[in-house]
């Protein structure tokens, strides 16, 4: 189970999962409307070799919100923040949403990060980006009849099916938690241009996208237009980080192999649950501690 931190930033309080005691820093950024639990189970396998930090984007999970929708170099400035603040090589993931937010975190801090890894990029043709700010995530409001909810739970009926009820809950629990601003962050990704900035990315590149998810075309593409490493993970809809983690965990691993010298594994047993918990080798004054006994969990 991970632990749970506060990093103080200019954007409010970010929220995060993290886990491990040694070798590199691994930045875990989340697709929308979600939280950094689409992640918990990722997070013991990668503790072994890193010191994760999976955040929740603000204004989603338990990060404090902004007082308006950013754009996606705007919700990347926290979480360069957070890396400034950490010793040694940073290792950069995200999905989906969180692989937008990714390469400007890749590219506003270029010194610091040592690799970019993609989970589902997006990229659109005109047409597909005027169609997704239309159709993808309308204005939900609550409303008196409690459609909403329904509406929530087919959505995730449909985007995350085959899994649990009680993980798809957990998925709609999480929207619901931000149901005002829930589509703050897709309408910023759809808004960003990801292949441009990602050209200006001087670190290396590796990416990857369930066989079924929408997104697995426009990753391959990019991928070779582009000319960085990509590997499909075969036979899922979508959701590798809840449907595959170790095996995703095991992705991470071979690419971070690739980039940094990494010891064989971690040496120190993690802090004790519910105890204020430090990430190793942050910068003193970088964090605020925080425990909490439960979350929501988040999809996007």
Do not use: K
């Amino acid at each position: 189970m991970s632990r749970r931190m506060y990093f103080d930033t200019s954007c409010g309080q970010i929220h995060a999962r993290i886990g491990g005691t040694g070798g590199p820093h691994l930045l875990l950024l989340h697709e929308s409307p979600l939280s950094s639990f689409v992640y918990e189970d990722m997070i013991a396998p990668l503790s072994a070799w890193a010191r994760v930090i999976a955040p929740d984007t603000p204004g989603y999970g338990m990060s404090d919100p902004p007082p308006r929708r950013l754009t996606i170099p705007e919700y990347a400035e926290p979480m360069v923040e957070i890396i400034r603040g950490l010793d040694g090589p940073v290792l950069v993931v995200g999905s989906h949403t969180g692989a937008s937010i990714a390469i400007e975190v890749a590219r506003q801090a270029a010194g610091r990060v040592a690799g970019l890894a993609l989970l589902g990029l997006a990229t659109y043709t005109p047409e597909q980006r005027a169609d997704r700010r239309r159709n993808w995530a309308p204005d939900q409001p609550p409303v008196e009849d409690g459609s909403h909810l329904t509406a929530a739970w087919e959505r995730y009926n449909a985007l995350w099916r085959g899994l649990d009820p009680a993980v798809r809950h957990q998925a709609v629990s999480a929207m619901l938690g931000s149901i005002e601003r829930f589509n703050w962050a897709y309408h910023s990704a759809f808004e960003y241009e990801a292949l441009p900035p990602l050209r200006e990315v001087t670190c290396p590149v590796w990416a990857t996208a369930a066989e079924g998810e929408f997104l697995e075309q426009a990753t391959r593409e990019a991928a070779a237009e582009l000319g960085f490493a990509y590997e499909m993970i075969p036979g899922i809809p979508g959701q590798p980080s809840v449907r595959r983690p170790a095996e995703l965990a095991a992705m991470l691993r071979r690419f971070a192999d690739r980039v940094l010298p990494l010891p064989s594994a971690s040496t120190a047993a993690p802090a004790g649950h519910g105890q204020p918990a430090a990430v190793p080798g942050a910068a003193p004054g970088a964090v605020s501690g925080a425990a909490h006994s439960g979350d929501g969990r988040t999809a996007g």
